[in-house]
């Protein structure tokens, strides 16, 4: 399975950006997807994490309420609305698959990843 994060980039602070993360290699409604990231010299960070349906959100407290996450399930891709953004989102954005429930927090629990995507947002 091979996961390509894109949208990235420089926003300024109160801005708005979407990333998407396609999916190839595997049967794409059987996942279970999540965005982490991951700032200079901090752990991996759980953003947000959706079901196979798309019914069952997931997100991490500082997100919550301005970021989004969704699929298309006949695009195998999932993406992440990111609004109201602020300098502290700054980071490398990574998606991450799994077929299997586990805790959707933890960067442990997904078996795939993709390479990563930059944003910055500048105050």
């Known amino acids: 399975v091979q996961l390509q994060a894109s949208g990235g980039g420089l926003v300024q602070a109160g801005g708005s950006l979407r990333l998407s993360c396609a999916t190839s290699?595997?049967?794409?409604?059987?996942?279970?997807m999540a965005w982490f990231r991951q700032a200079p010299g901090t752990e991996r960070e759980f953003v947000a994490a959706?079901?196979?349906?798309?019914?069952?959100?997931f997100y991490g407290d500082s997100v919550k309420g301005r970021f989004t996450i969704s699929r298309d399930n006949a695009k195998n891709t999932v993406y992440l609305q990111m609004n109201s953004l602020r300098p502290e989102d700054t980071a490398v954005y990574f998606c991450?698959?799994?077929?299997?429930?586990?805790?959707?927090?933890?960067?442990?629990?997904?078996?795939?990843w993709g390479q990563g995507t930059l944003v910055t947002v500048s105050s």
């Open positions: 991450a698959a799994n077929s299997v429930y586990r805790a959707y927090s933890a960067p442990s629990s997904y078996d795939y």
């Open positions: 290699g595997g049967t794409y409604s059987r996942y279970i």
């Open positions: 959706l079901g196979r349906s798309g019914d069952n959100a």
